[in-house]
């Protein structure tokens, strides 16, 4: 093979494999290097089709894509456009959590993600530039996997989540592949069974925290900012402790955003909102618990609370409808080792008789009577039959989003929830979940993932040159999501199906860069916010 027809037959943004035409052939020295036959996109998409049906399992079917993406991003796109249901779950959550778990094992390819390594901070720069190979990058999506999922540190193997998200973004929005990249940071890892596994391929040694580690975020940023002047940077499944610090230092600088914590906390309040519509209730009349009071549970109770307030409550007012439970039990002002974030959602002791016996979930359940209950605790089937039924024997529409991922760590399954209070419940669920059938009606259950909602908040933002992201563009953004539901069926999902993720993707991304623009906020000159949006769109088709 001539360099020039392995280097384009080689890369995943120039190859269309036996699409080439004789022409093309002959002008780019291919000729000879691919069987005769020219096919076209439809065909190569059904022989794909084809041979993904062939697959035996779900991983299988997994490594067959990635082959496939990592070989030609226009026929996977082209793809995954038509079977966007189904492959939702392949590429991304849950089957995502075996690859990252199983990343040695199967590492095919670098997937054109950039390693930055905690051990050379002098490297971080040319470490980007080297993955961008040149290309034009509008979106970053960077994690240092200390919090993949509810699964814990994965060290370099949760790049897989960054890659992950990225083809969401393209799926569902279309974000051009090529201009995209997805960052790790290798920073350690405290998994144990990493640093023990010969073949792990992440830097061997323990996860380094403070000042070193910081000093890293920062060269990254900067060399980040210096290189993709026109992109946008989303943070995903970083540590309890480091998510929110690292938002905080850069959210008013840059074109920003933890996926975890707005990306969750929209997603969440679109829910709620979607719920409020079927069961005609205002938001200021909920109680809302939430059990596991970490990155996401606390960004969750941020947007809720940003809510509450612009419908006219005061901060103190506002504060009143939260309970959050963690590890502790009820989090009061006087529980040790509260988080920042936590410190703004703490209850008094004096509200409760038996404030000391408030340390499990059924606990607070019964004394609260909760009427939203949403889990990101991490601790599989914590949200039971009892807890349930004593929340739903006080409230006619109980909204329970168990949200922990992957599937084997969720609080619980939509069946039960339906059965346990007869229909009554208004769910989301983390990971996708097949309809209910019970007594006659068929429920539908909203998938409560943030990836609802980052792929149009970011191609908004990219769109319309965003300065930074403020609570206001994320207010828009939720009414847009919550707007969406249909709520005239029996049974109907308190959000949109993933289904229609293209077409309510596209309506955020105008919603959000309207904002921008109402807001001044943009850095170039743009005339009209949906243009701006639909010129941006790429197709997956041959150029
Ligand atoms: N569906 C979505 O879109 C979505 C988005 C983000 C996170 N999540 C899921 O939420 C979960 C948490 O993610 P995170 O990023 O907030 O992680 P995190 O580590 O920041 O938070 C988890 C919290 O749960 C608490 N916890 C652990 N055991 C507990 C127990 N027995 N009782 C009560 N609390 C307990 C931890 O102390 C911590 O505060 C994960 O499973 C993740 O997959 C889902
Ligand atoms: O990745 C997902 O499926 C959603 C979320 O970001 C999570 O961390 O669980
Ligand atoms: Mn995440």
Redesign the pocket.
Known sequence: MTQTADRILNNPFLNKGTAFTKAERQQLGLTGTLPSAVQNIEEQTTQAYGQFQSKATRLEKRIFLMNLFNENRTLFYHLMDQHVVEFMPIVYDPVVADSIEQYNQLFLDPQNAAFVSVDAPEDVEATLKNAAEGRDIRLVVVTDAE?I??MGDWGVNGVDIAVGKLMVYTAAAGIDPSQVLPVSIDAGTNNQKLLDDPMYLGNRHKRVYGDQYYDVIDKFVVAEQKLFPESLLHWEDFG?SNAQVILDKYKDKIATFND?IQG?GM?VLAGILGALNISKESIKDQKILS???????MGIANQIMDELMQAGLTEAEAKQHFYA???QGLLFDDTEDLTPAQKAFTRSRSEFSNADELTNLAAVVKAVHPTVMIG????PGTFTESIIKEMAAHTDRPIIFP???PTK?AEAKAEDLIKWTDGRALIAT?IPADDVEYKGVTYQIGQ???ALMYPGLGFGLIAATAKVLNSETLSAACHALGGIVDTSKPGAAVLPPVAKITEFSQTLAEVVAQSVLDQKLNKEPIASAKQAVADMKWVPEYK
């Not at 059990?291 to 549970?297: K, L, P």
């Open positions: 919090g999922l509810g309890r975890d969750t997603v059990f596991g009071a970490g990155t996401a549970g439970v963690d590890k990101t605790s991490t601790q949200l922990s991922n760590l983390g409560g993932n943030n």
